[in-house]
């Protein structure tokens, strides 16, 4: 028992001796967490300041190379900007001059031309002088006028001749007909029938449909500088005063032309119109029309089998693709031509690829028409001698509207050729004006000779019938007038094919029996 008391009251001794160092010991603990948590406190408190203060720094410097970027950026573009000013500053300077030495050299021709024309009135003065005293001098030696000199020879010949001239030409006639009527017409029938090309009439202007009134204000521009810009690049003339719905394109050239009609629609499909887009737009529908005159120049080349051919030519075929006559397209006619002109040289044992060469090149010189001064056979020429043609060639193209005499089986086979394809029905339009003037030119033709009582224009001006005053022309001198009066349409008249002329004399015998 004793034990057990002096246990209890050990422990109680312990346990009063243990609490106060318990909480002495944990109030040590808890002073050196409190101390701990302070320095770690302190710590991340100088970790943050530190981290900002890095952090600052960082967004300053990108701060400042941000802004200095965008100065940079900004001196860039006003650089660039600036060297767009100069450099249109500088092209219309350029045009200025080009202008003023133009106006400077049409200036000095006009000189020259007025020069020439005040030598060429001095010398056509000094001429009819001379004239006049030599007829002077004639009529005084032969005892005739002029005019009683002239007619009196005139009518000793016209007896003389009238007979055995209308006998000859009958002759000539009748046997040219019966040995190549049937020839010709067998090789050219066969070569139009190999050839049965479609034909298709081409109009010669351009006009670009609006989609409303706003649209035609937007592409003048203010002050006109929208309009003045496309006529500048393109060198074409914009017709305003047209039906609100669209705007003709006016000019000679019809690349030009064309290559301003591509522009306009684009625009007008864009929405943005201002001189930077137009010129933008010009520059492309060039580059495009480069590209396809070049491919349709190989295209006819390849086409045609015609061999090599300078690529200069190529490119001038390709022009004709945009080139018209009567409304036929001349590319088109021209590779026609080629075909039939081949076809034929087939036929009568000739070289065909020569002269599919002499068809597709005889019309070359209307590419250039445009641009060079002189007729298209003249330019076609010169091309054709410029670029090393075959002297074959050169001549096919000098002859082939009867310039020059032909000389070669070439020659003749192409200008058979451009007739054939020029003659087919639908290949050639006019308009009613210039059909009506051609038709009264023919009829003007045939009643301007004696003895000729009346005459029709008939199958659409492809026949002119002359009636003949039977008191007046007998039946030789009918013969006669019909060759002069071919003569006369072949001289003064254009037109493609031929003319059937006509003519009629007619004698009545009339009795009554009573």
């Known amino acids: ?27 040590q603990i808890a002073e050196k967490e409190l101390g701990t948590a302070e320095a770690e406190a302190k710590r991340i408190v100088s970790e943050a300041i530190k981290s900002a203060e890095v952090k600052k720094k960082e967004a300053l410097v990108e701060a400042k190379d941000e802004i200095f970027r965008l100065k940079s950026e900004a001196e860039r573009e006003m650089k660039e900007r600036r060297n767009e000013v100069t450099r249109l500053e500088r092209r219309v300077q350029h045009k200025e001059e080009t202008v003023d030495k133009k106006i400077d050299n049409l200036d000095k021709k006009e000189e020259a031309l007025q020069q020439k024309l005040q030598d060429a009135e001095t010398k056509l003065e000094e001429a009819e002088t001379v004239k006049k005293s030599q007829f002077d001098l004639l009529e005084k030696i032969s005892g005739f006028t002029g005019e009683q000199a002239k007619e009196y020879l005139l009518k000793n010949l016209e007896e003389e001749l009238t007979h055995e001239k209308a006998l000859r030409i009958s002759q000539m006639e009748s046997r040219l007909k019966e040995e190549a009527d049937l020839k010709a017409r067998n090789i050219i029938s066969l070569a139009i029938q190999r050839c049965a090309a479609d034909q298709v009439a081409e109009t010669t202007v351009s006009v670009v449909p609006l989609p409303g009134d706003e649209m035609k204000g937007r592409i003048i521009g203010r002050e006109g500088r929208n309009i003045r810009a496309l006529e500048t690049l393109t060198g074409v003339d914009l017709i305003i005063d047209a039906p609100p719905e669209a705007i003709p394109l006016s000019s000679h050239d019809p690349v030009r032309r064309e290559v301003a009609r ?56 390709g022009r004709m693709r945009y080139r018209t006559s009567y409304g036929q397209n001349v590319l088109i006619h021209s590779t026609e031509v080629a075909y039939i002109s081949g076809m034929i040289a087939s036929e009568i044992g000739a070289d065909a690829t020569l002269a599919r060469r002499a068809g597709l090149l005889h019309d070359i010189g209307k590419s250039m028409t445009h641009e060079i001064e002189g007729s298209h056979v003249a330019i076609g020429v010169e091309l054709a001698k410029k670029y090393k043609e075959s002297p074959d060639v050169i001549h096919a193209i000098e002859a082939h509207h009867n310039d020059v005499e032909p000389r070669t089986v070439i020659a003749c086979i192409v200008q058979a050729a451009d007739a054939i394809s020029a003659a087919r029905p639908g290949a050639r339009r006019e308009n009613i004006e210039n059909y009506v003037k051609r038709l009264e030119k023919l009829e003007e033709i045939a009643t301007s000779f004696n003895g000729v009582e009346k005459c029709f224009a008939v199958q659409a001006g492809r026949e002119v019938r002359v009636m003949l005053k039977p008191d007046v022309i007998d039946d030789d001198g009918m013969v006669i007038i019909a060759r002069e009066i071919v003569k006369k349409i072949e001289n003064e008249l254009d037109y493609p094919g031929q003319i059937k002329v006509h003519v009629v004399r007619e004698t009545r015998a009339i009795e009554y029996a009573k």
């Not at 028992?1 to 109030?27: C, D, N, T």
């Not at 120049?297 to 075929?317: A, D, F, I, Q």
């Open 262 to 317: 591509i522009a306009l629609e684009r625009l007008i499909n864009d929405g943005r119109i201002h001189p930077a887009r137009i010129e933008e737009m010009v520059d492309k529908a060039q580059r495009e029309v480069d590209a396809k005159i070049k491919q349709d120049g190989e295209r006819v080349v390849l086409e045609t089998s015609v061999g090599s051919v300078h690529p200069e030519l190529v490119r001038l075929l």
């Open 1 to 27: 028992m004793e034990s057990y008391i002096v246990g209890f009251i050990a422990l109680v001794i312990g346990v009063v001796i243990a609490f106060p160092l318990g909480i002495q010991y944990r109030k």
